[in-house]
């Protein structure tokens, strides 16, 4: 934090807030597919590593969460790193029909390919 700033606008805490939570769902989402792609229903840190090392969005993490993963094999978080660059996640879910288990609370005319932020924003604008 910045010593000379001692206040905070209550707009900015709520502002703040709700970027942590899109945050916090995003990183959610993306290591439950992996969960999902290696055919678990549980996510493990092996999973959040894997999407920390392939989505340049989550890249701020690796450093500070080094000795978080120890456990995950080096192979996986250089294969993660690399990534398949011919075909997205969540491309191989809906190939592999596994989608509706991903994310099953999505209603029928949800777009699998809009971010929540971007599903927020058009609620805001509908309200």
């Known amino acids: 934090m910045d010593p000379d700033v001692d206040m905070i606008n209550a707009?900015?805490?709520k502002l703040i807030a709700k970027a942590a939570e899109f945050f916090i769902e995003e990183l959610s989402r993306a290591s439950y597919t992996e969960a999902v792609l290696?055919?678990?229903?549980?996510?493990?840190?092996?999973?959040?590593?894997?999407?920390?090392?392939?989505?340049p969005v989550f890249e701020f993490l690796e450093d500070a969460l080094d000795d978080w993963y120890e456990d995950m094999a080096e192979e996986d978080i250089v294969e993660a790193?690399?990534?398949?660059?011919?075909?997205?996640?969540?491309?191989?879910?809906?190939?592999?029909?596994?989608?509706?288990?991903?994310?099953?609370?999505?209603?029928?005319?949800a777009d699998p390919d809009q971010?929540?932020?971007e599903e927020e924003n058009?609620?805001?604008e509908e309200a």
């Open 11 to 13: 707009e900015a805490v």
């Open 38 to 55: 290696d055919k678990r229903k549980t996510v493990q840190a092996k999973d959040i590593g894997k999407v920390i090392a392939a989505n």
């Open 81 to 109: 790193a690399q990534g398949d660059e011919t075909q997205p996640p969540e491309t191989l879910a809906e190939d592999e029909g596994i989608l509706d288990e991903i994310s099953p609370d999505l209603p029928e005319t």
């Open 115 to 117: 971010t929540i932020a």
């Open 122 to 124: 058009e609620e805001m």
